[in-house]
């Protein structure tokens, strides 16, 4: 409860595992509790300094199992500390203040238009009973990464597109550590 309560009231979230014990079914609820909360996200990984293999491709694969059993929600930093030695401390901060910077970047819409618009038009969402799907316009909500694209058959915009579409924005304005919401709503 506790935890619930710290992740409602908070702007970015840090979730500490062990090194030794690896990520958890506990704390794989809490990452999906944090995603669906809309909050800034990154995974601390402390002990590093007690962990058997501390090399450079011991990391990165540790890193890769954790980023396979997170997806898809993977665009999240991870790093490897040591409170007891004090390692990398102060890049946890760093990376905080990056992850909130992210989390309340606001994006013209006139850039959005730009950006989305002739990528849908170029790479658009399949057609369904004959009818395709047309984006009118793009908007970001103020002060949140939740994004609205307005269009005339909303309804038929399934996941894999806002994924795809989710991935080429990411690509675009660095979004690391925060879930993005895509809106697909009405326009005639």
């Not at 990520?23 to 995974?43: A, N, V, Y």
Request: aromatic fraction near 10%; hydrophobic fraction near 40%.
């Amino acid at each position: 409860m506790r935890s619930i309560n710290a992740i409602e009231h908070s702007d970015v979230c840090m979730l500490m595992i062990d090194a030794t014990a690896g990520l958890e079914s506990q704390d794989l609820s809490i990452i999906g509790l944090i995603e669906r909360s809309h909050k800034g996200c990154m995974i601390l990984v402390n002990k590093w300094d007690l962990y058997e293999n501390k090399t450079a491709a011991s990391t990165k694969e540790y890193e890769e199992k954790i980023r396979e059993k997170i997806a898809p929600f993977n665009d999240v930093p991870i790093l490897f500390i040591s409170v007891l030695e004090k390692q990398r401390l102060l890049k946890v901060v760093e990376t905080a203040l990056q992850v909130y910077a992210n989390r309340t970047r606001h994006i013209a819409t006139s850039k959005l238009n730009e950006f989305f618009l002739p990528l849908i038009e170029n790479y658009g969402p399949p057609a369904i009973k004959g009818k395709y799907v047309k984006v009118k316009y793009v908007m970001q909500l103020k002060g949140q990464p939740t994004f609205i694209l307005f269009c005339n058959l909303p309804q038929y915009i399934n996941e894999s597109y806002k994924r795809f579409l989710e991935n080429k924005l990411r690509a675009q304005w660095d979004f690391s550590g925060v879930p993005i919401v895509l809106s697909f709503r009405k326009k005639n």
